[in-house]
């Protein structure tokens, strides 16, 4: 018997729906929604605008019109609300892994030219430089959510020899495809964008490409892994790519 | 065929409704900022409700009508002239070729729409014309409008128009506003502001600041305070979210708005206050007023049932006007 997760629902505007667990940032969890958000994404429905997950919650923009059409004489609100809680109720009665995570591996260059803070974190942490990228190599990361920028991707978690605060004052300008820290999170810029996380490395894959259908590189529920390559490698990708 | 931009306003785009379906890739939806006014200038002409159309603030574009259009001009009042004489927004116009249409005075909003007839031809991505700045992709290669613009229009036939004529009938646009008097409903955070704050929200004005733009408006007024510290991870925010910033002033999230947050969401703004909001310009006060879940849903659907009955009513008239013509 599986037992049910507590949760609480509530709107976000008169267009939207959360579903919150609430709590910390949870590995379990985030599976539940991983496994929500594909759920309800075979509900399909042209009422329904956006399915998004995230850390320990997963919301719904909806079209009210259209839901009211759906609805009759309940609220639009509801109407996706008990579709929420059932779609909820199936999958705690059912194996976690009914949908499958995709792997990625994420090729990086911990050179000292493109990781700026590696040596400030390193010593910090009382390791050396090897030993941190080691340590950032040697565990598969889990996408919580995708957020702040388009294709950015919050992994977790790091472990807690490498796990560094936010830099005191962000950068003006981080560049594309810089790997950084921040707690326990590790993540990617996908653009030249203001940030405060610390750089430890570069990948040279292109995150976000407008010219693609699948315009992100990485999803919700990705597991991600990162290996090293060499400064050589990674002029020799980032040129080979586009 | 099509108008040209002789000289740019501040910030001219194309927009549509918004595009939607990405946010779990930490896409923002975008789009116009006020949607009554955007499908109201469509609805005038006939054409489907989410056509792109071109937004503007003040000081807005000077435009060139390469060849004649019909046209309208709803959301901000600018004193908008077509070759020097007046012309009136909410209203379908027939402008003739070489006219130059331009924005003498900043009246009254802070957004106006210009739709022809049939659309712009714009460029489409993921499903919208909306322009995204951050990404520059849609509308007009995903950037404000610059000189010497030309946009196409969809119909490129001519349409003989000779003189400069307003269509007998103009859209009654008072009964989607209200006089910055902004509907909220209580956010998640809501019942974890101080009592007194809960108060002040209502009963003081809040001044949108200068540091407003697309993405969201900074409102300035009474601090409020959240009875204890919360620590929120991020989750999805809306077109309207009220967010309580560490400073204890509010920002409500606006079209371009990002995907996730996590400060505390205090409120979220009525989809029917939306369009006053976005008329809203800095520097003036707003008023919030509490309604509940419910109370937002049915005057959202009364407002959309006016929308459809404002549109069969322009149908009907177009109908009649081009078949007595």
């Given at each position: 018997?599986?037992?049910?997760?507590?949760?609480?629902?509530?709107?976000?505007?008169?267009?939207?729906?959360?579903?919150d667990y609430g709590g910390e940032m949870s590995e379990t969890v985030n599976r539940k929604i991983f496994q929500l958000f594909k759920s309800l994404q075979n509900w399909q429905s042209d009422a329904i605008l956006d399915i998004i997950p995230a850390y320990h919650s997963i919301s719904i923009i909806y079209d009210l019109i259209k839901i009211k059409k759906l609805a009759g004489e309940y609220s639009a609100y509801h109407y996706v609300e008990t579709k929420l809680r059932v779609t909820e109720s199936l999958l705690s009665d059912q194996s976690n892994e009914l949908f499958e995570e995709r792997k990625v591996e994420i090729p990086v260059c911990y050179d000292l030219s493109?990781?700026?803070?590696?040596?400030?974190?390193?010593?910090a942490q009382q390791l050396s430089t090897e030993e941190v990228i080691e340590i950032h190599c040697s565990k598969t990361y889990r996408i919580y959510m995708i957020g702040f920028l388009p294709g950015f991707a919050y992994m977790g978690s790091v472990d807690s020899r490498i796990a560094s605060p936010r830099k005191a004052s962000p950068r003006m300008n981080v560049p594309a495809g810089s790997v950084g820290i921040a707690g326990t999170q590790t993540g990617i810029y996908p653009f030249d964008s203001p940030g405060g996380w610390q750089l430890i490395g570069q990948t040279p894959l292109q995150l976000f490409d407008t010219s693609?259908?699948?315009?992100?590189?990485?999803?919700?529920?990705?597991?991600?892994?990162?290996?090293a390559i060499s400064l050589e490698e990674f002029h020799h990708l980032k040129n080979n790519q586009s | 065929m099509g108008l040209r931009i002789l000289k740019p306003g501040i910030a001219d785009s194309i927009q549509d409704k918004g595009r939607y379906g990405y946010q779990q890739l930490g896409i923002p939806p975008g789009g116009v900022m006020d949607r009554i006014a955007?499908?109201?200038?469509?609805?005038?002409?006939?054409?489907?409700?989410?056509?792109?159309v071109l937004e503007m603030h003040f000081p807005a574009a000077t435009i060139l009508f390469e060849s004649s259009m019909m046209i309208a001009i709803t959301g901000a009042d600018f004193g908008a002239e077509i070759n020097g004489h007046a012309v009136l927004i909410n209203q379908p116009i027939l402008v003739p070729a070489k006219a130059e249409l331009r924005f003498t005075k900043n009246k009254k909003g802070s957004k106006v729409y210009l739709s022809v007839e049939e659309g712009f031809q714009t460029s489409s991505w993921l499903g919208s014309s909306s322009t995204s700045f951050l990404l520059h992709k849609g509308g007009q290669e995903g950037r404000n409008l610059i000189k010497n613009d030309l946009l196409?229009?969809?119909?490129?036939?001519?349409l003989e128009i000779d003189s400069l004529t307003h269509l007998p009938w103009r859209a009654s646009m008072a009964e989607f506003y209200s006089d910055n008097i902004i509907a909220f409903m209580p956010g998640a955070e809501y019942q974890m502001l101080e009592k007194i704050s809960q108060t002040g929200m209502v009963t003081n004005k809040f001044k949108v600041s200068t540091q407003s733009n697309r993405m969201g408006y900074r409102l300035e007024g009474q601090a409020l305070l959240l009875g204890n510290k919360i620590d929120c991870l991020s989750s999805a925010v809306s077109f309207g979210t009220i967010q309580l910033l560490p400073n204890a002033q509010m920002i409500v999230l606006m079209a371009d708005h990002q995907t996730t947050g996590g400060y505390p969401r205090i409120g979220h703004?009525?989809?029917?206050?939306?369009?006053?909001?976005?008329?809203?310009?800095?520097?003036?006060?707003i008023q919030f007023e509490l309604i509940s879940r419910d109370e937002a849903e049915n005057i959202y659907l009364q407002q959309q049932q006016n929308l459809q009955q404002l549109q069969n009513a322009c149908n009907f008239r177009l109908q009649e006007y081009f078949r007595n013509e």
């Open positions: 018997m599986v037992q049910t997760a507590a949760y609480q629902i509530y709107p976000i505007g008169d267009q939207g729906i959360t579903l493109l990781a700026p803070d590696l040596i400030e974190l390193a010593s693609k259908e699948n315009p992100t590189l990485l999803e919700p529920g990705d597991q991600v892994r990162f290996y | 955007a499908t109201v200038a469509n609805t005038l002409l006939g054409n489907k409700i989410d056509e792109p196409e229009f969809n119909n490129q036939e001519d703004v009525a989809s029917s206050s939306l369009p006053t909001l976005a008329q809203v310009s800095a520097g003036e006060s």
